[in-house]
C-alpha cells in the first residue's frame, strides 16, 4: 500500500502541471484580461487613473489629455479600447501585471512559484493571494464540513433503512421527500428559509448574514459556539437538502444490489440475525460506491455549490471569492483556487482509496498492477 501511495503522490505532479496549463492556455484566449481592465479605467478616469498604476513611470505621471490621445500607434494596440493611448503606457500596465512577457515565460514562472506556494498577489486588491484564501477558508470549511457530515449521517442510515424496507409505505413517502427535497435548487430553498426563519415575513429566529455576529471577540466561549451555530444553520441547511437527496438513494440502491446477492442468501440460511448480515457483510460492500463520491462531494460543496449560498447570506468565502476573481479576470486568484481545490481533490481521492482497503481489506490496489 505504502508504493501504491508514493505512485499516487509522484502522479500529481503532471495531472496538476496538465491540468494548469491547459487553463493557462484557455486564458490567453479569453477577452477583457485585466490590462484591457485597465486601460478601460485609465481611459474612463483621465489622467487620475494613473495614481493606481503604481510603477508606471513619470510619462504616464505627468500625461495630460493631449498626450493620452495623441498616439497614433494606440490604433493598432492588440488591446481592445486602447485606440489613443501612447504605447509606452500600454507597455507600462503590461508591466505592472506581468504581461511584458511571453506567455510561456509567465507559465513557467507562476508554475516555479506554486511550487513553493507562493500565489503572488491580486491584481486589484493590492493583497497577497494567500492572504486572501487564508481569510475566506474557514467560512467555506464550515460549510463544507459540516455539509458532508451532517450529509452523511442522514443519507446513509436512511438509504439502509430504505433499502431494507423497500417499496413499503416509508420508503414511499420518503422517496417523495426526497424528490421534492432535490427538485428544488439549494439557493431557491435558501431564499424560502430567509422568508421564513430569518425575518423575512414569518419568524425572526436566524440571523441574516455572517459567519458570527459583530461582537462575537467580547463573548465567552459556549456563547461564542452557541453564536456560531445560530449563523450558520440556515446556510448549511440549505447546503444539505440539494446533497443529501442523491446520496439516500445512491445508498438504497448499493444496498439493494448487495441485498439480492447470493452470499447474503446462504447467510440467511446459515441462521445470522439481520444486523449482522446487513452491518458486518453487506456494509463493507455497499458503502465502497459511497465512498467513492466523497472527494467529489467535499469539493463541490466548498467551492461551487457554496457560491451562490455565500453570496445570498453574505458570507465571505472562498466560491464567492474565485467568482469575483473570475469576473475582474483576477488571474493569481483564479489560478490559486484552481491549484488548491485541484490538490485537495486529488488528496480527497487518494484517502478515498486508503478507505477502501480500511473497509474492505479484499481491495488491493497492489495486485492491479500491471
Same mark, same amino acid.
Given at each position: 500500500?505504502?508504493?501504491?501511495?508514493?505512485?499516487?503522490?509522484?502522479?500529481?505532479?503532471?495531472?496538476?502541471?496538465?491540468?494548469?496549463?491547459?487553463?493557462?492556455?484557455?486564458?490567453?484566449?479569453?477577452?477583457?484580461?485585466?490590462?484591457?481592465?485597465?486601460?478601460?479605467?485609465?481611459?474612463?478616469?483621465?489622467?487620475?487613473?494613473?495614481?493606481?498604476?503604481?510603477?508606471?513611470?513619470?510619462?504616464?505621471?505627468?500625461?495630460?489629455?493631449?498626450?493620452?490621445?495623441?498616439?497614433?500607434?494606440?490604433?493598432?494596440?492588440?488591446?481592445?479600447?486602447?485606440?489613443?493611448?501612447?504605447?509606452?503606457?500600454?507597455?507600462?500596465?503590461?508591466?505592472?501585471?506581468?504581461?511584458?512577457?511571453?506567455?510561456?515565460?509567465?507559465?513557467?514562472?507562476?508554475?516555479?512559484?506554486?511550487?513553493?506556494?507562493?500565489?503572488?498577489?491580486?491584481?486589484?486588491?493590492?493583497?497577497?493571494?494567500?492572504?486572501?484564501?487564508?481569510?475566506?477558508?474557514?467560512?467555506?470549511?464550515?460549510?463544507?464540513?459540516?455539509?458532508?457530515?451532517?450529509?452523511?449521517?442522514?443519507?446513509?442510515?436512511?438509504?439502509?433503512?430504505?433499502?431494507?424496507?423497500?417499496?413499503?409505505?416509508?420508503?414511499?413517502?420518503?422517496?417523495?421527500?426526497?424528490?421534492?427535497?432535490?427538485?428544488?435548487?439549494?439557493?431557491?430553498?435558501?431564499?424560502?428559509?430567509?422568508?421564513?426563519?430569518?425575518?423575512?415575513?414569518?419568524?425572526?429566529?436566524?440571523?441574516?448574514?455572517?459567519?458570527?455576529?459583530?461582537?462575537?471577540?467580547?463573548?465567552?466561549?459556549?456563547?461564542?459556539?452557541?453564536?456560531?451555530?445560530?449563523?450558520?444553520?440556515?446556510?448549511?441547511?440549505?447546503?444539505?437538502?440539494?446533497?443529501?437527496?442523491?446520496?439516500?438513494?445512491?445508498?438504497?440502491?448499493?444496498? #439493494?444490489?448487495?441485498?439480492?446477492?447470493?452470499?447474503?442468501?446462504?447467510?440467511?440460511?446459515?441462521?445470522?440475525?439481520?444486523?449482522?448480515?446487513?452491518?458486518?457483510?453487506?456494509?463493507?460492500?455497499?458503502?465502497?460506491?459511497?465512498?467513492?463520491?466523497?472527494?467529489?462531494?467535499?469539493?463541490?460543496?466548498?467551492?461551487?455549490?457554496?457560491?451562490?449560498?455565500?453570496?445570498?447570506?453574505?458570507?465571505?468565502?472562498?466560491?464567492?471569492?474565485?467568482?469575483?476573481?473570475?469576473?475582474?479576470?483576477?488571474?493569481?486568484?483564479?489560478?490559486?483556487? #484552481?491549484?488548491?481545490?485541484?490538490?485537495?481533490?486529488?488528496?480527497?481521492?487518494?484517502?478515498?482509496?486508503?478507505?477502501?482497503?480500511?473497509?474492505?481489506?479484499?481491495?488491493?490496489?497492489?495486485?492491479?498492477?500491471?
Amino acid at each position: 500500500m505504502l508504493s501504491y501511495i508514493i505512485r499516487r503522490v509522484f502522479l500529481m505532479i503532471p495531472t496538476l502541471l496538465g491540468i494548469m496549463l491547459i487553463n493557462f492556455a484557455i486564458i490567453q484566449f479569453a477577452p477583457g484580461g485585466p490590462v484591457e481592465q485597465a486601460i478601460a479605467e485609465f481611459q474612463g478616469q483621465g489622467v487620475d487613473a494613473t495614481a493606481r498604476f503604481s510603477g508606471t513611470g513619470s510619462d504616464v505621471q505627468g500625461g495630460d489629455s493631449a498626450s493620452v490621445g495623441a498616439g497614433d500607434s494606440g490604433g493598432l494596440s492588440k488591446y481592445r479600447g486602447a485606440q489613443g493611448l501612447r504605447p509606452e503606457i500600454i507597455a507600462q500596465i503590461e508591466k505592472q501585471f506581468g504581461f511584458d512577457k511571453p506567455a510561456h515565460e509567465r507559465f513557467f514562472l507562476m508554475v516555479s512559484n506554486y511550487v513553493r506556494f507562493d500565489f503572488g498577489e491580486s491584481y486589484f486588491s493590492n493583497k497577497k493571494v494567500v492572504d486572501l484564501i487564508i481569510d475566506k477558508m474557514p467560512v467555506s470549511i464550515s460549510l463544507g464540513l459540516w455539509t458532508v457530515l451532517i450529509t452523511y449521517l442522514i443519507s446513509i442510515p436512511l438509504g439502509i433503512r430504505k433499502a431494507v424496507q423497500d417499496d413499503s409505505r416509508f420508503d414511499v413517502w420518503t422517496s417523495g421527500v426526497i424528490v421534492v427535497g432535490y427538485a428544488i435548487p439549494s439557493f431557491l430553498f435558501a431564499i424560502l428559509l430567509i422568508v421564513m426563519f430569518a425575518g423575512g415575513q414569518y419568524f425572526d429566529i436566524f440571523p441574516l448574514r455572517g459567519l458570527t455576529s459583530e461582537e462575537w471577540d467580547t463573548y465567552p466561549v459556549w456563547k461564542q459556539i452557541l453564536d456560531y451555530f445560530w449563523h450558520i444553520t440556515l446556510p448549511v441547511i440549505s447546503l444539505v437538502i440539494g446533497s443529501f437527496a442523491t446520496l439516500t438513494m445512491l445508498t438504497k440502491n448499493s444496498f #439493494l444490489d448487495q441485498i439480492k446477492l447470493q452470499y447474503v442468501q446462504t447467510a440467511k440460511a446459515k441462521g445470522l440475525s439481520e444486523s449482522k448480515i446487513l452491518y458486518g457483510h453487506v456494509f463493507r460492500n455497499a458503502m465502497l460506491i459511497v465512498i467513492a463520491g466523497f472527494p467529489a462531494l467535499l469539493v463541490s460543496v466548498l467551492f461551487t455549490g457554496s457560491m451562490i449560498i455565500e453570496v445570498i447570506f453574505s458570507l465571505d468565502g472562498l466560491g464567492l471569492l474565485g467568482f469575483e476573481a473570475a469576473l475582474n479576470r483576477d488571474y493569481p486568484i483564479m489560478f490559486a483556487t #484552481l491549484f488548491i481545490f485541484t490538490l485537495l481533490g486529488m488528496v480527497i481521492q487518494l484517502v478515498r482509496d486508503i478507505m477502501y482497503t480500511i473497509i474492505d481489506p479484499r481491495i488491493d490496489f497492489e495486485a492491479n498492477r500491471s
